[in-house]
């Protein structure tokens, strides 16, 4: 798999989507799963186990020992780089807002999101935005293109 693929119009550039994956070392994981058989579970142990440190975002997501949820943006400690989205389309303009109040970085919609209106937004307050891409298929094409 290569990490010049189709890219969703508006998405970064190959080199781009590399600085934001090797710059990045903080990771709201919006829609955040407390299933391991959903995608979102999946995804953000990935990005874990490979050095980010990830906080897991989902109101309605029971807590554990080993996995802390926080309601919302607001309650994470501390700024993240990038607000991965794993939410339905029409919650992705309120998490962008979030994150652009939050001070993330990036907005990152998973596969199968694209909010062209949210993205707008994202851009004119200066955040960088990926659509329609998974970060950990990106991440594992980064990690065998290096």
């Known amino acids: 798999m290569s990490a ?25 994981v919006v829609g955040h799963s407390d299933d391991p058989s959903r995608d979102s579970y999946r995804v953000a142990r990935y990005l874990a186990a490979h050095g980010y440190e990830v906080f897991a975002v989902n ?16 309650s994470l400690p501390g700024p993240v780089d990038i607000v991965d989205i794993f939410r339905r389309p029409e919650a992705i303009p309120a998490i962008v807002e979030e994150a652009i109040r939050c001070g993330a970085k990036v907005v990152w919609m998973q596969e199968g999101l694209v909010h062209d209106a949210a993205a707008a937004r994202a851009r004119a307050a200066g955040l960088r935005v990926v659509m329609d891409r998974c970060m950990l298929k990106e991440h594992r094409a980064l990690s065998t293109s290096s």
């Open 4 to 28: 010049v693929r189709d890219l969703q119009p508006g998405s970064p550039a190959p080199a781009e989507m590399r600085d934001i994956l090797t710059g990045a070392r903080r990771i709201a």
């Open 59 to 74: 109101p309605n997501a029971r807590s554990t020992p080993a996995l802390r949820f926080y309601p919302d943006l607001a």
